[in-house]
């Protein structure tokens, strides 16, 4: 028995010994840069996620949990449902759309939007289907899934509008080639510190200053700064006054339904008046129930300052 038992803890100790030896070793801090960088070019930002502390990683997490926490479930996810609805509206009525006089007039610009017109509509619809579209999914939202599935396509589709002929920012236009070509060089290294040199697309080169964070590289200015940053976050977020939306959201959630019976109006229409005639009510109606909402939640806002007075 005590051989039995002998053997297995030799047993256990050598597998311990060989997970550990079979265990990849922390990446260097050029090297992190270069996985990085590799991976926004090939169109995966949850790179950049993985790249942070786990710590880091934990703040960002609170602070999208706390701003859904804080949300009208209703209001909430009836926004969202309703962008999906002007997405089908803009793919399924586009003709109807581009031929209506508040486009016709401003040709240039019709033009350059028509380059994009299906990637928009594809934008909306997946931010509306996304975990961002149901209040309790994103409650319980992975940030490192939603940027492996959501912010792939996202950042996919935003590439290539900013990549369009109407598009006047290079670096946009070029980013993938911009992050391919990207190179790190390890200056110098102790156990906590290093100096990475990191050399752009266009042969220009700064030296970075890293230190190790848990088992991270981040650069040096990114941790001095990160807990201001976090705690700024925290309090604009404590800012935010979603009780407003909720004690006016009989009138948030009729504005909605307005939006909402224009839409489906639009998406039944089967001539250019109906279609037009659907438009020119949600412009109308949806103008009106803006400005009555905006009146009340200014007269609760002053009537909570007159409270604090």
Known sequence: MKKTIAALTV??????????????????????VMQVADGLAAGQPQVVWQALPASYQSDVTDLVHRFA????????????????????????????????????????EVENVDENWDRLALVLSTLSTSELGDIDRLRTA????????????????????????????????????SMSQVQATLISMR???AVVQITGPEGKSEEIEFIKVEDKWV????????????????????????????????????????VEG?????????????????LQSLMGAGMFHFMNLQQQLEGAQDEESDNGN
């Open 69 to 108: 926490e804080g949300m009208d479930r209703d209001i909430w996810n009836r926004s969202f449902a309703i962008m999906g609805k002007v997405s089908r509206v803009m793919t399924e009525k586009k003709d109807f759309i581009v031929e209506n006089p508040m486009f016709s007039q401003h040709a240039q």
């Open 219 to 258: 650069p040096l200015e990114m941790a001095q700064d990160w807990p201001q940053m976090i705690a700024e976050a925290r309090e604009n977020l404590s800012a935010i006054q979603p009780h407003e939306l909720t004690e006016n959201k009989d009138a948030v959630l009729l504005a909605l339904d307005t």
């Open 142 to 177: 992975n940030p490192e899934a939603f940027l492996a599935g959501t912010g792939s396509v996202l950042m996919r589709e935003f590439l290539a509008i900013a990549g369009s002929q109407s598009s006047s920012n290079p670096w946009q236009n070029d980013f993938t080639q």
């Open 11 to 32: 047993l256990t100790l050598a597998a311990a010994l060989f997970l550990q030896a079979a265990a990849p070793a922390s990446l260097t801090p050029d090297a992190t």
């Open 191 to 193: 156990e906590d510190s």
């Open 262 to 278: 224009s839409l489906d109006e639009m998406l039944a229409a089967q001539t250019y008046t109906e279609f037009n005639n659907a």
